[in-house]
């Protein structure tokens, strides 16, 4: 590396923080959860009994100390990746043999990407097989787990790597608006992946079935035919096989929407409690939340996008991690490897909008079902089930939830009831 740059030591200066703010929030979670760790607080006496209490703030300090770890492992790879020269030495080492074919290129890129993920590999086989087991969670059988790794690979290999190609080209091929083009394809990938994820992608990884006959499915259908929802869109989910930890979510847009259920959430919660998050799920719909998201990701891509043709054209950006100045397949892997350390200072403004959006279908489901009890039982059910943190620091959720915690959420309810009451 060179250490004279200054960049270096602003790129290192903001890698350093970003570690330390990650230790510190998580700190001062631990604290927080373990302060309220004695008794069962107040506004929950009646949702958990005190055991399944104690057990959820034993997850969360076990959960947050690996994630500790990991925030502290995945820093000192990247510092070694970005400042020990191996990334220059395999790149020429790679063009030497291959050429600086855009194919070539986008071959050294995908390899690097691979090979700086495997480390993380034992952290992630660690969490599935101790932690989550420990706990009383895991499902996934060892042969599930390293077949889903294996699928990644392939998926990344025929969908990714030929992406990786196409952003190469576009840069040779279409001059200084590269990067115009470039983004307008990456968007319409985006796009396309949305509408063919749940049809090609996601049942490679599990198996979705309509919801079989009953008063379940009966009950659920009278719902959707309220809220003008097409109900074939409805399906379960086999979550089972890999987690007790159970969900339901809203993929797609328009035409090709679909709600997903877990198996595992239809076994715990009663069908009015169903019923309550299918209407929230419709009410991300109603809501127009993935379009609005699009918006935003689309804004975000562009702004990258534009950063990294401003960076490509700058000869201290590759000096200072010693690659040869203009070689663009070097620019892309620095701005990868580089992003989440800027983009990590942007993800609280991300996850607030995002809970802005579980507000808006909690309360349409409230009034969707005329009533907040049975959504505010799911959630609690929810959060017992899969032992949540009840008490996480006002800093910490607001840094990294994308759903508000549960007293937000019911007292958020409870203010809307007082309203309908009202009116
Ligand atoms: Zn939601």
Request: hydrophobic letters at 50%; aromatic letters at 14%.
């Amino acid at each position: 590396m060179n250490f004279s740059s200054p960049i270096c030591a602003v790129v290192l200066v903001l890698i350093v923080a970003k570690w330390a703010v990650e230790l510190w929030l998580r700190r001062l979670n631990q604290q927080h959860v373990l302060a309220h760790a004695g008794a069962v607080p107040q506004a929950f006496r009646d949702s958990i009994d005190p055991a399944t209490y104690s057990k959820s703030v034993q997850y969360t300090l076990a959960k947050s100390r690996l994630s500790e770890f990991e925030d502290s492992y995945s820093t000192v790879i990247l510092v070694a990746a970005l400042f020990s020269g191996i990334l220059p030495w395999a790149f020429s080492a790679f063009t030497n043999q291959f050429g600086q074919s855009a194919w070539a290129s986008a071959a050294f890129l995908f390899v690097t990407g691979v090979a700086l993920s495997l480390p993380n590999l034992p952290v992630e086989w660690y969490a599935q097989f101790r932690l989550e087991e420990r706990f009383g969670f895991n499902t996934t059988t060892q042969k599930t787990w390293w077949l889903d790794h294996l699928k990644q690979l392939l998926l990344g290999l025929t969908l990714g790597y030929p992406l990786l190609a196409l952003v190469l080209k576009l840069a040779e091929w279409t001059g200084r608006w590269w990067w115009l083009w470039a983004w307008a394809c990456l968007l319409a990938f985006e796009l396309l992946m949305l509408v063919l994820a749940p049809v090609l992608i996601m049942p490679l990884f599990n198996k979705f079935t309509p919801l079989p006959p009953g008063t379940l499915r009966e009950r659920l259908l009278a719902l959707a035919r309220r809220a003008a929802f097409r109900a074939k869109d409805i399906q379960v989910m086999d979550g089972s096989k890999r987690s007790r930890h159970s969900n339901a979510f809203f993929t797609g847009f328009g035409r090709f929407r679909k709600i997903v259920l877990f198996d595992t959430l239809v076994q715990q919660l009663a069908e009015a409690e169903l019923e309550a998050v299918l209407a929230h799920e419709i009410g991300h719909y109603k809501k127009r939340h993935i379009p609005k998201m699009l918006v935003w990701s689309a804004a975000a891509l562009m702004l990258g996008f534009f950063l990294l043709a401003k960076l490509a054209q700058a000869n201290w950006f590759y000096g200072a991690f010693g690659f040869t100045p203009g070689n663009f397949a070097a620019a892309l892997l620095l701005f990868g490897l580089l992003s989440g350390v800027v983009t990590f200072w942007f993800s609280p403004l991300g996850h607030y909008w995002s809970r802005r959006y579980e507000y808006q279908a909690d309360a349409y489901a409230a009034q969707t079902m005329g009533e907040p009890r049975s959504l505010i039982g799911a959630l609690r059910k929810l959060t017992e089930k899969n032992l949540a943190n009840l008490t996480p620091h006002p800093l910490f959720s607001g840094f990294y939830y994308s759903h508000p915690a549960l007293l937000e959420r019911e007292q958020a309810l409870a203010r809307l009831s007082h309203e309908i009451e009202k009116s």
